[in-house]
């Protein structure tokens, strides 16, 4: 989502007065990033209400090739992708550069970082930079996402980390994206799914950007 969008979207979603306060403030020599992939929509949700706190840049994930929609293919591609170590290519790549914190967002996937935020990890220096790692799962923290990531972005100082429980999987509830996105379609919806939202605002203070 690039400003333009990010602006139109929470004009929206202010207007409807869902935003909390914006308390978060950055030093006054911090640029903020969020970098994310998405499949179901969970991650793109929590990193949307971020963006609204933190009213920073965020840059989505794409993958060139698209993944299948049935879910028992894509856990049997994933597993195969992390296995075989294959480098998922990517629509676009954000130029980081002038950004000296960034969130990096995955679902996990198998208890292990999704392919496309692992392209992204391989691609990129993070020298002098610093990376705040969060994931969406459904109850099992971050597995081993957060050790890959770490080995992932060697160079890179890491603030604290996140795991988020999100309320629907698709295992369980395989129209997720559907679903997820008629929450995003009216607006006041989609945080209203969030849970643990003083959770949230305690990590990012935790952070001290």
């Not at 920073?56 to 929609?69: A, G, H, I, N, R």
Request: proline share 3%; glycine share 4%.
């Amino acid at each position: 989502m690039n400003r333009r969008e990010f602006n139109a979207t929470l004009a929206k979603v202010s207007f409807l007065g869902l935003l909390p306060s914006l308390a978060f403030s950055f030093n006054g020599s911090s640029k903020v990033l969020i970098v994310y992939y998405t499949r179901t929509l969970n991650t793109h949700i929590l990193s949307l209400y971020l963006q609204s706190l933190l009213k920073c840049d965020s840059f989505v994930l794409k993958t060139k090739q698209e993944y299948p929609k049935d879910y028992e293919e894509m856990v049997a591609l994933a597993a195969k992708e992390r296995e075989q170590n294959i480098l998922v290519e990517l629509e676009s790549m954000p130029d980081i550069g002038a950004y000296t914190h960034i969130f990096v967002g995955t679902p996990l996937w198998g208890l292990h970082l999704s392919s496309p935020l692992r392209s992204f990890l391989l691609q990129n220096d993070f020298r002098d930079k610093f990376l705040i790692p969060f994931c969406t799962n459904a109850g099992w923290g971050f597995g081993n996402a957060l050790s890959e990531l770490k080995n992932l972005a060697k160079n890179a100082n890491f603030l604290s980390s996140f795991a988020y429980e999100s309320k629907f999987k698709e295992k369980t509830k395989r129209d997720l994206r559907a679903y997820n996105q008629a929450l995003l379609n009216s607006h006041a919806k989609a945080f209203d799914s969030l849970q643990n939202k003083d959770k949230i605002k305690k990590w990012l203070d935790s952070a001290a950007i």
